[in-house]
């Protein structure tokens, strides 16, 4: 099986790493992609562009061969619509599962998604929740999708599981406050991606 794991990554932080590999080794993922969004559908364009954000990303990840990167919707021009990215992967990958991981704030607003009853014809979704985390009251659709991560090898996509994580309480917002505020980011992202913004003089205004 192998994990899908999408974002602006603006900047790519801890919050997002660290959820990414949990992920991966709770779900004994053969792979993680990770994949940078070209144009989000659902949020503001960042104001970095796709070339330092993909770059930013490659810096985090170097040394940490467990979580790759992907960068299909970077080279797909429009919004970067999650539908298509996984059918795309499928048609790459014919015989492997596939795994959406989302985060549970992002998971209640999956309905407003393009096509998003079509993301369980193409995968699995998995969702990041806080510990103690309730998920708010199911749609029939989604209630007959939720199983086990032991259940998720059964078949081949479809299914819908709830995996609790590490709650590290940062946010790529909060970074760029810091960083336009002219405060240090330390120990929220990676040294390498500090470097990188600080030598292209990123996120200087909120």
């Keep these: 099986m192998i994990g899908?794991?999408?974002g602006t990554f603006n900047p790519v932080h801890y919050?997002?790493?660290?959820?990414?590999?949990e992920m991966k080794q709770r779900l004994r993922l053969a792979q993680m992609?990770?994949?940078?969004?070209?144009?989000?559908?659902?949020?503001?364009?960042p104001d970095v562009p796709p070339a330092q954000r993909v770059r930013m990303l490659e810096l985090a990840l170097e040394g940490t061969p467990e979580l790759s990167l992907d960068r299909r919707e970077l080279e797909r021009p429009g919004p970067s619509y999650m539908v298509d990215t996984l059918a795309s992967l499928g048609r790459e990958?014919?015989?492997t599962s596939l795994i959406l991981?989302?985060?549970a704030d992002a998971f209640n607003g999956l309905e407003t998604w393009r096509e998003w009853r079509k993301l369980f014809d193409h995968a699995h979704v998995a969702v990041m929740t806080?510990?103690?985390h309730k998920p708010e009251a199911l749609t029939e659709f989604l209630?007959?999708?939720?199983?086990?991560?032991?259940?998720l090898a059964e078949k081949p996509a479809g299914g819908l599981c709830m995996l609790e994580v590490t709650p590290l309480g940062i946010s790529a917002t909060q970074i760029r406050r810091l960083i336009a505020a002219g405060e240090n980011?330390?120990?929220l992202l990676p040294d390498a991606v500090i470097n990188y913004i600080n030598q292209h003089q990123l996120y200087r205004t909120a």
């Design 4 to 6: 899908v794991y999408g």
């Design 15 to 21: 919050g997002h790493l660290r959820t990414a590999l």
């Design 33 to 45: 992609l990770m994949l940078p969004c070209h144009s989000p559908p659902h949020r503001p364009e």
């Design 93 to 95: 990958r014919p015989a």
């Design 101 to 103: 991981i989302i985060g």
């Design 130 to 132: 806080r510990p103690g």
């Design 143 to 151: 209630q007959a999708r939720l199983c086990g991560v032991e259940q």
């Design 185 to 187: 980011p330390k120990f």
